[in-house]
């Protein structure tokens, strides 16, 4: 079945501890993206990938990283967590056209 | 920066009437217009997209329609049915480096069909 997949699906840490989100594809997508979700502020993109090591800013990027070392996985890496890094994330992936997008299930992510 | 605006942010109506939310966009270069559905606790799926080469499109009970010389596009859903409850977000492509990826997605509209 061709899907984006997440992990964790859920996540609670506190202020500082670094934690990486995976995300797989198994539809051989060139383009890959992340985005977090807050209420009243829609999907914004934190980071995207248009090839294997080949990754750009998205509208907020700071305090992640990301890294495009195969092209069927974008992990999301928050070095150094902070509260208003509580979201809903959501890794997509799209053909090079980028039609159409498709996204992984999220990760809710809770930073104490 | 680009963006684009999303209106109601909420939206109420009963069963069997029609449900219109509008978008407009500030990149005349944009040319890729989807709508996606997020029920709630799921990720968003495409309903429907429409490129800058159609003005309508339709698919059984929902239609877009997009006017570029406004720059806006619409999406309707007729005879609505309480499982078309759900959060719905436009966007809007935009050129990055020669391909048209990147989408601005609007801020979402909550869609609350009433039985």
């Known amino acids: 079945e061709a899907q984006v997949t997440q992990n964790p699906r859920y996540l609670i840490t506190v202020t500082g501890k670094k934690l990486t989100v995976t995300c797989s594809q198994n539809?051989?997508?060139?383009?890959m993206s992340w985005y977090r979700q807050d209420p009243g502020l829609g999907l914004r993109q934190i980071y995207y990938?248009?090839?294997?090591?080949?990754?750009d800013k998205g509208d907020v990027p700071e305090g992640y990283k990301v890294s495009r070392k195969e092209k069927r996985n974008f992990p999301l890496i928050l070095e150094s967590p902070s509260p208003n890094q509580t979201s809903l994330y959501f890794c997509?992936?799209?053909?090079?056209?980028?039609?159409?997008?498709?996204f992984g299930n999220g990760t809710r992510l809770t930073v104490t | 920066g680009e963006n684009v605006e999303q209106h109601p942010s909420t939206l109420s109506v009963q069963e069997g009437d029609s449900a219109v939310i509008k978008c407009t966009y500030s990149?005349?270069?944009?040319?890729?217009f989807p709508w996606y559905k997020q029920e709630l606790g799921k990720r968003p799926q495409l309903i429907i997209d429409?490129?800058?080469?159609?003005g309508e499109k339709k698919d059984q009970r929902i239609a877009v329609t997009l006017n570029k010389t406004a720059k806006h596009f619409s999406l309707h859903i007729t005879e609505t049915q309480p499982e078309d409850s759900a959060v719905y977000f436009c966007?809007?492509?935009?050129?990055?480096?020669?391909?048209?990826?990147?989408?601005?997605f609007g801020t979402g509209t909550l869609l609350a069909v009433q039985p």
């Open positions: 997509a992936s799209s053909p090079l056209d980028g039609t159409p997008l498709h």
């Open positions: 539809m051989n997508h060139e383009y």
């Open positions: 990938s248009m090839n294997v090591e080949v990754t």
């Open positions: 990149d005349s270069a944009s040319n890729y």
């Open positions: 429409i490129r800058s080469n159609v």
């Open positions: 966007a809007a492509s935009i050129e990055t480096g020669g391909a048209t990826n990147k989408l601005i």
